[in-house]
C-alpha cells in the first residue's frame, strides 16, 4: 500500500459501518486520520470504529434526515475539533424493475438516501470546513450515473444527480480552500449486491472489459488521495474507477 499522508486529518464517512465506507476508513486510519463512521445501523458503527483502533468514532446516522445530518456534524465537531475530509458513502441500489413498472414510493427512497442524502452531508460539513477555509468532498456516484444502466432507472438517475450535484459545489467553492470531487466506480462486490438480481448483477460484470469486479481497497487508495492535501488542483471533477467500462 502506497503512503498517503492524512495524519492528524479528521474525517467522516457516511456508510462507514460496511463496504465501501468501511474499507475507506480503514484506508483513512492506516493514513494517521480519525474517523467518524456515520450509518444508519448504529451498532455496526460503533464496532467498525471499535476496530480502527482508538480515537475513532461510530454515530447513528440517517442521511436523509436533516437533523440527524446535524446533529451528527455537531458531535464529529466537538469529538474532533474540527472536518477535515467528508466521503459521502451512504446508497442504496433500489428495485431492479423498468421504468413503467417501477414503484414511486421505492424511487423516492432511492433518492431520498443518495441525493437528498449526499447534499444534506455536503451542505452541513462545508459550513463546517469553511470556517477553517480547508476541506476535501468526496462523494461516491457510480458508472450507472453516466450511461444509465436498464432496469436500475432510479439508481443510474440518482447518481448522476451526486455529479452535477458534485459539479456545483466544486465550482461554487473554486476559490476557497476546499476540493470536491466524485468518484464512478463500475460494479464492485459489496453487500449492497444483496439488493439486487443475479440478471442485473452478470450484465453489470459484462459491461466491464477487465472481466472481473472492482475490489473496496482500490476505491479506497483512489479516495485516499483525493482526501489529501495533494489533491489540490481538481474540483468538480469525475474520477472514474470502472475496470475499462467508462467511455466518456
Known sequence: MNHIDLKDRCAVVTGGAAGIGLAVAQRFAASGARVALWDVNEAAAKAAAASLGAGHLGLAVDVADEASVQAATD??????????????????TGPNTTVVEYPADAWRR?????VH?????????????????YG???NIASIAGKEGNPNASAYSASKAAVIGLTKSLGKELAKTGIRVNCITPAAVKTA????????????????????????????????AWLASEECSFSTGAVFDLSGGRAVY
Open 75 to 92: 458531535a464529529t465537531s466537538a469529538a474532533f475539533g474540527r472536518i477535515d475530509v467528508l466521503v459521502c458513502s451512504a446508497g442504496i
Open 110 to 114: 432511492v433518492f431520498d438516501v443518495n
Open 117 to 133: 442524502g449526499t447534499f444534506l452531508c455536503d451542505r452541513a460539513v462545508v459550513r463546517k470546513m469553511l470556517e477553517r477555509d
Open 136 to 138: 476535501r468532498v468526496i
Open 192 to 223: 449492497i449486491f444483496d439488493q439486487m438480481t443475479q440478471q442485473h448483477i452478470d450484465f453489470m460484470l459484462s459491461k466491464i472489459p477487465m472481466a472481473r469486479f472492482g475490489g473496496v481497497e482500490e476505491i479506497a487508495a483512489m479516495v
